[in-house]
């Protein structure tokens, strides 16, 4: 069955501490790896998409990365205004996946001055 | 511009009543979605819609129906309302079906 699990459920950080959300997925014929930043009472924003293995994006103080079983979203010397909840997300061309988005259930990032 | 803009934002009721929620898109996507968030944070998709045609419903109440006039609007009506329905509802967009999604603000339904 396509799942993802995200890890840690919540993290906490010093300003200036780097560290990694990690995001592990099983689906047969992986279309697209997506993550999210969702802020309280606002809807997920779209960050990166990946495609296939070896890949990396980078946006400010992030960067994605991606495996055959897993995405990395590694957060460089992180700010406060870098808390939120971070959410991964995969898409399948085709099965009972296509058409939609399957989330994990996000990490929880609180980094403090 | 709002890309994905939904409403309302907030949305207080009665159980047993029936609501509907809008949304549009601006964004010339071919594809839209609800999703549900329950308290857990937990995003699930209830319904996907690509060029006016469903493409996916998960296991949800009959209660819930969309209606998708165009490809730019897809509504979400819900009959009945239950307590257990309190959650925030998203509508999103995607360029086509395996794409990355744009999410709207999400409509908090509380159910009294």
């Known amino acids: 069955e396509d799942q993802v699990t995200q890890s840690p459920e919540a993290l906490r950080l010093q300003e200036g501490e780097s560290s990694s959300l990690n995001c592990s997925y099983t689906?047969?014929?992986?279309?697209?790896l997506f993550w999210y930043r969702q802020d309280p009472g606002k809807g997920p924003e779209f960050l990166f998409t990946l495609y296939s293995a070896g890949e990396e994006k980078e946006k400010e103080r992030l960067k994605a990365t991606l495996t055959k079983k897993e995405s990395f979203l590694h957060i460089t010397a992180p700010k406060p205004e870098d808390s939120a909840t971070y959410l991964c997300?995969?898409?399948?061309?085709?099965?009972?996946?296509?058409?939609?988005?399957?989330f994990g259930q996000g990490t929880i990032l609180t980094v403090h001055p | 511009d709002t890309a994905v803009s939904q409403t309302p934002k907030y949305l207080v009721t009665q159980m047993g009543n029936d609501k509907s929620i809008k949304c549009e898109q601006n964004?010339?996507?071919?594809?839209m979605y609800w999703y549900k968030q329950d308290s857990k944070k937990f995003l699930k998709i209830m319904f996907s819609y690509n060029n006016k045609e469903l493409i996916i419903n998960e296991t949800v109440p009959n209660r819930f129906s969309p209606k998708s006039p165009d490809k730019a609007h897809l509504n979400l009506h819900i009959n009945s309302l239950e307590l257990g329905d309190s959650a925030v509802y998203f509508c999103?967009?995607?360029?086509?079906?395996?794409?990355?999604?744009?999410f709207g603000q999400g409509t908090r339904l509380t159910v009294v």
């Open positions: 997300a995969f898409s399948n061309a085709g099965g009972t996946s296509y058409g939609k988005l399957t």
């Open positions: 689906v047969s014929g992986l279309r697209g």
């Open positions: 999103a967009s995607s360029q086509v079906p395996y794409a990355e999604a744009f």
């Open positions: 964004l010339g996507h071919d594809t």
